[in-house]
């Protein structure tokens, strides 16, 4: 079950980042997330995407200098 809860919360915050949201799925999501796990699962997308945006960058700079 513990499984199911955070892929839930992976899901909304994903689709979050984009801003794509149906307000039938918020309004599920709200009910059944808690703001603790929201909030944890923004802060480890947001640092997984600045990481991978530096990795890019840092790629690019290496392959074509």
Not at 9 to 30: H, I, N, P
Not at 43 to 64: D, E, K, R
Request: aromatic content about 12%; overall charge positive; hydrophobic content about 55%.
């Amino acid at each position: 079950m513990a499984e199911k809860s955070n892929l839930k919360v992976v899901l909304a915050v994903f689709w979050s980042f984009f801003g794509v949201r149906k307000r039938r799925d918020y309004d599920t999501d709200a009910q059944s997330l808690t703001p603790v796990q929201v909030v944890i699962a923004g802060l480890i997308g947001g640092v997984v995407f600045v990481s991978t945006m530096l990795l890019v960058v840092y790629l690019a700079m290496q392959f074509l200098t």
